[in-house]
């Protein structure tokens, strides 16, 4: 090992050289690499939300969210699926794979809402669904 140490001291010039070209080969491959700064990922994530005037938040998640995820669970692509029951409102969160037909998964959620809503209660106001448009990240 001294003896190598020994070779690089008695060559400054070569190892300086050497130290230069390497810099510059790394700065000219990070200019020359494509890159995007905001890949276009689009997330497929939908929110269901039932307004009911006067219900608590327990009868919202019984009477409103059990019938509505009890629907929704078996969808094709389902990633995760969240609820939210609160006072005079009920909500349902759906993430689906990346790889899904957003407009037909769109069709099929408002199909799956429209089977369901003989269960929910008569003062259950008009559903509403929408497409969020979240941020790109990398996972």
Known sequence: MNKFIDILHSQPRTIITLLLALIIGGIYSYITIPKESNPDIDIPVFYVSVPQPGISSQDSERL???????????????????????????????????KIDNEKTLADIRSKISEVESELPDEAKEQKLWKLILPSYHR
């Open 64 to 98: 409103i969210l059990r019938p509505l995820e009890n629907k929704l669970k078996g969808m094709d692509g389902l990633k995760q699926i969240q609820s939210i029951g609160a006072e005079d409102y009920g909500a349902v969160i759906l993430e689906f794979d990346i």
